[in-house]
């Protein structure tokens, strides 16, 4: 059976607000151990506006030469960001991954985030897969995903 | 952007208001990444943590200054 978006996204991802600074989403990012912000509208909503890296936050942050404080996200975010929903397969995922050569994807179910899946993950299950059952499908499957993805990375 | 580098057409100037210039916060965060042994993936956080170690050495110089006056 295929593996699903859902079974290896990280679910309730940290987020931010589009006015939140950069100041603000760095320590997010540091006490969640992340390197990506979903930045939703509303809270409770979560409808996502954009995404936003650590580089990009870096890169802002030194063009825009003023204190990270002052800085908001929504400076600095990828608007409009590529989705993808929890219940579609990896490859459908690695595809959107290779199409838009980002490692990290939004998952999004009826318009609200539900999780945020990465390159990480997919390599994360693959060694798990390699470890528990040996050669099979979904092992074969995980490879071609990844050497698309790097394929992807390696061409820009 | 050829030829401007990462710090732009600004180069290392202080920031309006900020009194602290990227240069200075870039030297810093640097070290920083030297004293973890040259660990990457700590960017922003050096950044950011640099950003406030330049601040508050800053706004203590003022103050003895300040002080001296």
């Known amino acids: 059976m295929a593996l699903l978006v859902k079974d ?3 679910a309730n991802p940290a987020v ?3 006015d939140a600074t950069c100041a603000t989403a760095g320590d997010t990012m540091r006490e969640r151990r992340c390197g990506f912000l979903p930045v939703v509208d ?3 909503s979560r409808r996502v506006v954009g995404v936003a890296t650590d580089r990009d936050l870096l890169l802002a942050l030194v063009q825009a030469n003023r204190p990270a404080t002052e800085v908001r996200i929504d400076a600095c975010m990828t608007r409009e960001p590529k989705t993808i929903g929890p219940d579609a397969d990896l490859k459908e995922a690695a595809a959107v991954m290779e199409q838009a050569a980002v ?10 985030l539900v999780g945020v899946l990465s390159l990480k993950d997919i390599a994360r299950a693959a060694g798990t897969a390699w470890r528990s059952s040996g050669p099979n499908v979904a092992e074969r499957q995980m490879a071609e995903i990844l050497e698309a993805i790097a394929a992807a990375r390696a061409a820009q | 952007m050829a030829g401007r580098g990462i710090f732009g057409s600004n180069g290392g100037r202080r920031a309006k208001g900020s009194a602290v210039s990227r ?19 700590h960017d922003l956080e050096d950044w950011l943590k640099a950003e406030q170690m330049v601040r ?10 300040r002080t001296v006056i």
């Open chain 1, 42 to 44: 509303d809270l409770g």
């Open chain 1, 16 to 18: 931010c607000r589009p």
């Open chain 1, 103 to 112: 490692h990290r994807l939004p998952v999004v179910d009826k318009g609200r």
């Open chain 1, 8 to 10: 290896l996204m990280t």
């Open chain 2, 23 to 41: 240069e200075e916060i870039a030297q810093v965060a640097y070290e920083l990444f030297l004293g973890r042994g040259c660990e990457h993936g």
């Open chain 2, 56 to 65: 508050s050495q800053r706004r203590a110089g003022l103050a003895e200054a």
